[in-house]
C-alpha cells in the first residue's frame, strides 16, 4: 500500500470519526433542548397561591398616623394658589382654558373637587392608616375627611367617585433582594381638580403609587409616596409628584375637616 492510499483510508477514518462525535454531539444538544424545555415550562409556573392573607404578608407596615411634611413646593401647597397658576403642571391647551377660566364661586355644591384620590394625598394634613379587613387597606384623610380604600383582592369598581378604585399589591423592588413595597393603581375617578384654584383632571386620569417606609437612626419612621398621574385628556404627558409623610406618635392633631373651596390670594 502506498503512501497516497494510506493518507486516503486514514482520511476516511477521520471523516467516520468526526461524523460519530456530530452525531453524538446532535443527539445531546437534542436531549438538552427537551431538558431545557421540560426545565423551562417547570419554572414557568406559577407560584402555589400564598395561603396567607394580604395584612398577613404585608412587606411593610404603613399602619398608624401620619403627619405631612412639606418640604417642596410650599407656596403651592400650602398656600391657595392664585387663579392661573397652573406651574410644573404639563397641562393641554384646553386644561389651560378651563384653568383660566375657573371661578371660586362654580364650586359652590361640589367643594370636594380638589379631594379626590389625584389631588388629595399632596394637600397638608394628617393620615390615618389601618387595615379595614385582611385584604383592604383604608386610609383616612382629615384634609376633606376623606377615605381611601386600596383593594388587595378582586373587588370589582362600583360606580365613579371621588377616590375611585384602587387596586394594591405587594412588588419586589429590581435588584434588591426581599425588598418590597406598596403599588397601587387608582381609576374610576370622577373628573376633580389638581388643584384648589381649578385645574382639572378628567374621568379618564389613572394614578399609579408606590408606597415606602423607612426609618431614620434617631428612629423618625417615613412613609415616601410617588405618584404618577396619567390623563389623556388634559396631560400632554404623566406627572411625578412625591410627598412625604413622617408618623406621629398618636392622634394628638388629627382633625377631620369638611371639603371646603379656598379664595385666590
Same mark, same amino acid.
Given at each position: 500500500?502506498d503512501?497516497v492510499?494510506r493518507?486516503?483510508?486514514a482520511?476516511?477514518g477521520? @471523516? /467516520? @470519526?468526526?461524523?460519530?462525535?456530530?452525531?453524538?454531539?446532535?443527539?445531546?444538544?437534542?436531549?438538552?433542548?427537551?431538558?431545557?424545555e421540560?426545565?423551562?415550562?417547570?419554572f414557568?409556573r406559577?407560584?402555589?397561591?400564598?395561603?396567607?392573607?394580604?395584612?398577613?404578608?404585608?412587606?411593610?407596615?404603613?399602619?398608624?398616623?401620619?403627619?405631612?411634611?412639606?418640604?417642596? +413646593?410650599?407656596?403651592?401647597?400650602?398656600?391657595?394658589?392664585? /387663579?392661573?397658576?397652573y &406651574?410644573?403642571?404639563? *397641562?393641554? #391647551?384646553?386644561?389651560?382654558?378651563?384653568?383660566?377660566?375657573w371661578?371660586?364661586?362654580?364650586?359652590?355644591?361640589?367643594?370636594? @373637587?380638589?379631594?379626590?384620590? =389625584?389631588?388629595?394625598?399632596?394637600l397638608?394634613g394628617? *393620615?390615618?392608616?389601618?387595615? =379595614?379587613d385582611?385584604?383592604? *387597606?383604608?386610609?383616612?384623610?382629615?384634609?376633606?375627611?376623606?377615605t381611601?380604600?386600596?383593594?388587595f383582592?378582586?373587588?370589582?369598581?362600583?360606580?365613579?367617585?371621588?377616590?375611585?378604585?384602587?387596586?394594591?399589591?405587594?412588588?419586589?423592588?429590581?435588584?434588591?433582594?426581599?425588598?418590597? +413595597?406598596?403599588?397601587?393603581?387608582t $381609576?374610576?375617578?370622577?373628573?376633580? +381638580?389638581?388643584? /384648589?384654584?381649578?385645574?382639572?383632571?378628567? #374621568?379618564? $386620569?389613572?394614578?399609579?403609587?408606590?408606597?415606602?417606609?423607612?426609618?431614620?437612626?434617631?428612629?423618625?419612621?417615613?412613609?415616601?409616596?410617588?405618584?404618577?398621574?396619567t390623563?389623556?385628556?388634559?396631560?400632554?404627558?404623566?406627572?411625578?409628584?412625591?410627598?412625604?409623610? @413622617?408618623?406621629a406618635?398618636?392622634? &394628638?392633631?388629627?382633625?377631620?375637616?369638611?371639603?371646603?373651596?379656598? +379664595?385666590?390670594?
Open positions: 500500500m503512501t492510499e493518507s486516503r483510508i482520511a476516511i477521520s @471523516r /467516520k @470519526r468526526i461524523m460519530h462525535v456530530a452525531r453524538g454531539l446532535l443527539v445531546a444538544i437534542v436531549g438538552l433542548g427537551a431538558a431545557g421540560a426545565a423551562a415550562q417547570f414557568d406559577p407560584p402555589p397561591p400564598d395561603p396567607r392573607s394580604s395584612r398577613e404578608a404585608a412587606a411593610q407596615d404603613l399602619t398608624g398616623y401620619w403627619v405631612s411634611v412639606v418640604s417642596e +413646593y410650599w407656596h403651592l401647597r400650602m398656600l391657595m394658589p392664585p /387663579k392661573g397658576n &406651574s410644573l403642571l404639563p *397641562l393641554t #391647551g384646553e386644561a389651560r382654558q378651563l384653568a383660566d377660566a371661578e371660586p364661586g362654580d364650586d359652590a355644591g361640589n367643594e370636594c @373637587r380638589s379631594y379626590g384620590a =389625584a389631588a388629595v394625598m399632596r397638608p394628617r *393620615l390615618h392608616v389601618q387595615w =379595614a385582611d385584604e383592604t *387597606l383604608r386610609i383616612d384623610i382629615d384634609s376633606g375627611a376623606q381611601r380604600l386600596l383593594h383582592d378582586e373587588t370589582e369598581a362600583g360606580p365613579p367617585s371621588r377616590q375611585g378604585h384602587s387596586v394594591a399589591a405587594w412588588v419586589s423592588q429590581s435588584g434588591v433582594e426581599d425588598a418590597r +413595597y406598596l403599588e397601587v393603581t $381609576t374610576n375617578m370622577l373628573p376633580g +381638580y389638581l388643584r /384648589k384654584n381649578g385645574v382639572p383632571h378628567s #374621568g379618564d $386620569t389613572v394614578m399609579e403609587e408606590h408606597f415606602d417606609v423607612f426609618t431614620e437612626p434617631n428612629g423618625d419612621r417615613w412613609m415616601v409616596i410617588t405618584s404618577i398621574i390623563d389623556p385628556r388634559y396631560l400632554t404627558r404623566p406627572y411625578a409628584v412625591t410627598n412625604h409623610f @413622617r408618623q406618635d398618636d392622634d &394628638s392633631g388629627w382633625d377631620p375637616t369638611p371639603c371646603r373651596v379656598d +379664595y385666590p390670594r
